[in-house]
């Protein structure tokens, strides 16, 4: 049988239908402090949240968070820790090895705690290769839910962006907890 004959017995067999629902008013779940549930969020999703105070150094709050890390890989102009850029490396590979990627986020949700990223370096393979990530996220765009995050979504020249919320884990194997089997296994989110 192919997948033709299939679905036309699926659909024979049909005997209630019913309308799809109407999207247009939906507004998702509202928060009366989005900033305070996008940090209860980041935080149990596996993430840690570290609020940068007024005149702090982005470059030791990320010492502070990773002291034993050698190789810092960004290539944002604040972050002058950073000994490799992934807009100067030959080819993703390079980045093996990277104990911290350092990237910037455009916008929060307060929903799931998850972070728009756009690609904004030539090395995308930074935000998933590194041991761990740092996020620095503007306090102000925190959005409420899913809802308003594809609202809010833009693509520049790279044509590519994707969310990241905490540290990769799955479960997949004898049902055991593993962080970090994806990609980054801690994210802290550096809200400015």
Excluded at 93 to 116: K, S
Aim: with cysteine; hydrophobic share 40%; aromatic share 8%.
């Amino acid at each position: 049988m192919n997948k033709e004959d299939l679905l036309a017995k699926i659909r024979a067999n049909i005997h209630t239908t019913y309308d799809m629902p109407s999207f247009d008013d939906m507004k998702g779940v509202q928060y009366a402090d989005p900033l305070k549930q996008f940090v209860e969020m980041s935080k149990t999703v596996g993430g840690k949240v570290v609020e940068l105070e007024k005149g702090q150094d982005i470059n030791e709050v990320i010492k502070n968070c990773y002291p034993d890390a050698k190789v810092i890989a960004s290539n944002l102009p604040e972050v002058t820790i950073a000994n490799r850029n992934p807009d100067t490396v030959a080819e993703a590979n390079d980045l093996n090895g990277t104990d911290v990627g350092v990237v910037r986020g455009v916008f929060g949700v307060a929903e799931n705690g998850c972070i728009w990223i756009p690609q904004t370096m030539k090395q995308k393979a930074v935000c998933f290769i590194s041991e761990y990530l740092v996020i620095l996220l503007d306090h102000k765009q925190i959005v409420n839910n899913m809802h308003e995050a594809y609202q809010r979504i833009e693509f520049n020249s790279y044509g590519y962006g994707c969310f990241i919320s905490g540290p990769s884990k799955t479960a997949d194997i004898a049902q055991a907890l593993v962080m970090g089997a994806q990609a980054a296994r801690g994210v802290t989110v550096v809200l400015e």
